[in-house]
């Protein structure tokens, strides 16, 4: 029975992981929720959020927490930045390497030991720039 639940839950895990990772669009829990229960129409949100929190203490992805939105969760584990939307919050990747010497210019000159750094940009995608624009244009 043990065995059983266990390899239950590492297939549902596997598919959640497996959804994420399928767009590199940063989705929320409800969106990921959505998503995998078109292959497995049993699962509760409730258990994609255990999952979730599993998967980011394993390290496989990433829990993002961005000003003004909700939880994210990035199928990329790796250290780098993000670029929100404040029209729509669509956040893409930002490409541009993780600036790890601003950690270190702060060493020393603070009582803290830095373990880390958030920075966040950001814009208007170009659907939300486009309706701009029009907007501007008819008005
Ligand atoms: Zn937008
Ligand atoms: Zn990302």
Request: hydrophobic share 35%.
């Amino acid at each position: 029975m043990a065995t059983d639940k266990k390899t239950r839950m590492t297939q549902q895990r596997r598919v959640i992981l497996e959804e994420i990772r399928r767009y590199n669009n940063h989705p929320a829990a409800d969106e990921i929720y959505e998503r995998v229960r078109k292959r497995l129409p049993r699962i509760s949100l409730g258990t994609v959020y255990r999952n979730l929190e599993v998967l980011c203490e394993l390290g496989e992805i990433q829990c993002l927490v961005l000003s003004g939105a909700m939880k994210r969760y990035d199928g990329v584990a790796k250290k780098h930045y993000h670029i929100r939307c404040v029209g729509c919050g669509r956040v893409d990747d930002a490409p541009i390497a993780p600036l790890n010497e601003l950690e270190d210019d702060l060493y020393g000159t603070t009582v803290f030991e830095i373990i880390g750094h958030n920075l966040e940009f950001t814009g208007l995608c170009p659907e939300c720039s486009r309706q701009r624009a029009q907007h501007k244009a008819a008005g």
